[in-house]
């Protein structure tokens, strides 16, 4: 009996030993350099197509277009007259991007602080995100229908007051949305509630 | 388990040098900083030719000129981590200028916003001159030229991301046929 136990025990110290040596090695294997960071990355663009399957493009005059006829404030579209047409990413690709964006901010702790990290911020860097995307899957020679805008808006919409702000905004195959970066809310143009009050918008 | 893969891979996950620490520029040990409706009209007055400005109506920092380049170093390595193909392309994205400057931005603001008590931002943007003076290997073109411009030490510095030449605003050798400024 006792030979039993002493057998049971040292086979339980091997186990516990090698557990602990495993975890160390893992955990050195699995270890951060100094001076680096581990970054997720989004999922790789995907974008929307036509029926013969080619991805779908918009112009800058389109979208002008749609902007100042739902804005009576409408000032101008600001983008690369170089860019000729703007891929339309599809739909359930933006969707994940955005959610991607808001495991981004809340694992880097990014919080809104007044001027250096605000709705611009949030809105903007969204966007680069995007570009970067739509270049690692090889289109070179345009940008997403993707970008942001300023709003003097005169409704709460999305948890956030009626005041000067900006959001990003997406052309996608179900149309024209407006999206709040900092809580992933989407909303198409023709409900949003402050779709009048649009002003500056940037392809950029 | 995390996983990660090299770069060049359709990675997941990747190792990513953390960002350069930042260097904002103090007088009486406070931040020196300019609004952006100044900046606007500054502008104006320094670049006779100058068609469109946009700016915030925020207050901006300036930085050190090492910070800067450290800026450009580091995102230009980003790029080219998420996008290797970029170091084998002949011609950069058409969008690689407006995205340069906005991630360059966005990613110095991060690092005020979590380091320094101040409500300010630091200011990198576009800017369009023609290019009528040879810079350096640049031949002069008579055509639009785009180049990322921020508000540093000695006033404002100028990148030309498709020949890594950085200078100050002043030495800048277009700097008279400056037509665009986005903010």
Same mark, same amino acid.
């Given at each position: 009996?006792?030979?039993?136990?002493?057998?049971?025990?040292?086979?339980?110290?091997?186990?516990v030993?090698? $557990?602990?040596?495993?975890?160390? &090695?893992?955990? $050195?294997?699995?270890?951060?350099?100094?001076?680096?960071?581990?970054?997720?990355?989004?999922?790789a663009?995907?974008p929307?197509?036509m029926?013969?399957?080619?991805?779908?493009?918009?112009?800058?005059?389109?979208?002008?277009?749609?902007?100042?006829?739902?804005?009576?404030?409408?000032? /101008?579209?600001?983008?690369?007259?170089? +860019? /000729?047409?703007?891929?339309?990413?599809? =739909?359930?690709?933006?969707?994940?991007?955005?959610?991607?964006?808001?495991? &981004?901010?809340?694992?880097?702790?990014?919080r809104?602080?007044?001027?250096?990290w605000?709705? /611009?911020?949030?809105?903007?860097?969204?966007?680069?995100?995007?570009?970067?995307?739509?270049?690692?899957?090889?289109?070179?020679?345009?940008?997403? $229908?993707?970008g942001?805008?300023?709003?003097? $808006?005169?409704q709460?919409?999305?948890?956030?007051?009626?005041?000067?702000?900006?959001?990003?905004?997406?052309?996608? %195959?179900k149309?024209?949305?407006?999206? /709040?970066?900092?809580?992933?809310?989407?909303?198409?143009?023709?409900?949003?509630?402050?779709?009048?009050?649009?002003?500056?918008? &940037?392809l950029? | 388990?995390?996983?990660?893969?090299?770069?060049g891979a359709?990675?997941?996950?990747?190792?990513?040098?953390?960002?350069? =620490?930042?260097?904002?520029?103090?007088?009486?040990?406070?931040?020196?900083?300019?609004?952006?409706?100044? +900046?606007?009209?500054?502008?104006?007055?320094?670049?006779?030719?100058?068609?469109? +400005?946009?700016?915030?109506?925020?207050?901006?920092?300036?930085?050190?000129?090492?910070?800067?380049? %450290?800026? #450009?170093?580091?995102?230009?390595?980003?790029?080219?981590?998420?996008?290797? %193909?970029?170091?084998?392309?002949?011609?950069l994205?058409?969008?690689?200028?407006?995205t340069?400057?906005?991630?360059?931005?966005?990613?110095?603001n991060?690092?005020?916003?979590?380091?320094?008590?101040?409500?300010?931002?630091?200011?990198?943007?576009?800017?369009?001159?023609?290019?009528?003076?040879?810079?350096?290997?640049?031949?002069?073109?008579?055509?639009?030229?785009?180049?990322?411009?921020?508000?540093s030490?000695?006033?404002?510095?100028?990148y030309? &991301?498709?020949?890594?030449?950085?200078?100050?605003?002043?030495?800048?050798?277009?700097?008279?046929? #400056?037509t665009?400024?986005?903010?």
């Amino acid at each position: 009996m006792d030979n039993c136990k002493g057998t049971y025990l040292k086979r339980c110290c091997t186990l516990v030993v090698t $557990a602990f040596v495993l975890s160390v &090695f893992y955990a $050195a294997a699995e270890a951060v350099p100094d001076g680096y960071v581990e970054v997720r990355m989004p999922e790789a663009f995907v974008p929307a197509t036509m029926n013969d399957g080619s991805p779908r493009y918009i112009t800058a005059r389109e979208i002008r277009a749609e902007l100042k006829r739902q804005s009576s404030d409408f000032v /101008e579209l600001f983008w690369n007259s170089d +860019i /000729e047409q703007f891929i339309v990413p599809r =739909h359930d690709w933006l969707v994940h991007l955005t959610q991607y964006y808001l495991t &981004f901010l809340k694992s880097n702790r990014l919080r809104g602080k007044a001027e250096s990290w605000d709705c /611009e911020n949030y809105s903007s860097l969204l966007n680069a995100f995007a570009t970067l995307r739509i270049w690692r899957a090889g289109f070179y020679d345009t940008r997403g $229908a993707i970008g942001w805008l300023q709003v003097d $808006a005169k409704q709460e919409w999305a948890g956030l007051p009626a005041a000067k702000h900006a959001l990003m905004f997406a052309i996608t %195959e179900k149309g024209f949305f407006i999206i /709040e970066p900092q809580n992933g809310q989407f909303i198409q143009l023709e409900e949003y509630p402050n779709k009048k009050h649009i002003q500056e918008v &940037f392809l950029f | 388990m995390v996983f990660v893969s090299p770069a060049g891979a359709d990675a997941e996950t990747v190792l990513v040098r953390k960002l350069p =620490h930042p260097e904002i520029i103090a007088e009486d040990a406070k931040a020196k900083m300019l609004y952006g409706e100044f +900046i606007r009209r500054q502008q104006l007055r320094l670049h006779p030719t100058l068609k469109n +400005i946009v700016v915030g109506d925020k207050r901006y920092l300036f930085i050190t000129d090492k910070w800067f380049q %450290e800026l #450009v170093e580091w995102t230009e390595e980003f790029f080219r981590q998420q996008v290797p %193909e970029l170091e084998n392309r002949k011609d950069l994205p058409v969008a690689y200028p407006g995205t340069l400057s906005m991630f360059m931005s966005n990613m110095a603001n991060i690092q005020v916003s979590r380091r320094y008590n101040v409500e300010a931002a630091v200011l990198i943007g576009l800017m369009v001159a023609e290019n009528r003076n040879a810079w350096g290997d640049t031949a002069a073109d008579g055509k639009p030229r785009q180049y990322i411009v921020g508000l540093s030490r000695n006033g404002y510095i100028v990148y030309d &991301f498709r020949t890594r030449q950085i200078v100050s605003g002043k030495d800048f050798v277009n700097k008279d046929y #400056v037509t665009d400024i986005i903010f």
